[in-house]
C-alpha cells in the first residue's frame, strides 16, 4: 500500500514539473510570442553625431530582462563588412547602444534577438547625412559572414514554436 502511496507521489512530482516550463502562456494555451520592437534615434543623423539604438523586448505584458542574446549587426548599404555588438545591461527590457558614424550613407541595423527559446530580429533603415544607394530588399544578404551554427540558423527561418 506504502508502494503505491509512493508512485502516486511521484507521478504528481513529475505533472508538476512538467508544467512549470509554461507559465508563459495565452488563454490559448500556446506560449506568448517574443516581440521585439526596434527604434533607431534620430532615423536620419549626422557624421559624427551619436545615434542611439533600443530593441524594446516583451513577452505579453513582461518586460524580457533575461534574453539569452541580443546582437545588433549594422551595416553600410552594399557594404560585406556588418558589424556585430553584443548588447547587455537591458534596463525595463530595453537594450541600447549609442554609436556615432564617420561615414556617410544610407545604413541597416539588424537587432538578433535569442530570448525564451524564441528568436525575433526585426530590421531598420536609417541614413547618416547624404543617403547612399540602398540595397534590394529583396535580396537576403543580412545573414553574411554571421558566425553562428547551422542550429541558429534555423532558427531565424522562423521563431522556434519551444518555449523553454
Ligand atoms: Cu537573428
Not at 553600410?76 to 537594450?95: L, T
Request: hydrophobic share 30%; glycine share 8%.
Amino acid at each position: 500500500m506504502k508502494k503505491v502511496m509512493y508512485l502516486v507521489v511521484s507521478i504528481l512530482l513529475l505533472v508538476m514539473l512538467s508544467s512549470c516550463g509554461s507559465s508563459k502562456t495565452n488563454s490559448n494555451g500556446q506560449p506568448q510570442m517574443l516581440n521585439v520592437e526596434l527604434a533607431v534615434k534620430p532615423e536620419q543623423g549626422k557624421v559624427g553625431q551619436p545615434i542611439t539604438f533600443e530593441a524594446k523586448v516583451t513577452q505579453g505584458n513582461d518586460r524580457v530582462n533575461d534574453a539569452d542574446e541580443v546582437q545588433f549587426e549594422i551595416w553600410r548599404a552594399k557594404d560585406q563588412q556588418h558589424e556585430k555588438i553584443a548588447i547587455k545591461h537591458p534596463k525595463n527590457g530595453i537594450y541600447q547602444l549609442k554609436k556615432t558614424f564617420s561615414q556617410e550613407g544610407t545604413y541597416y541595423i539588424i537587432s538578433h534577438v535569442t530570448a525564451r527559446g524564441m528568436h525575433n530580429m526585426p530590421k531598420k533603415e536609417f541614413i547618416v547625412g547624404t543617403p547612399s544607394e540602398p540595397e534590394d530588399p529583396k535580396a537576403n544578404n543580412s545573414m553574411n559572414g554571421m558566425n553562428m551554427g547551422d542550429q541558429k540558423d534555423k532558427d531565424h527561418q522562423s521563431p522556434s514554436k519551444d518555449g523553454h
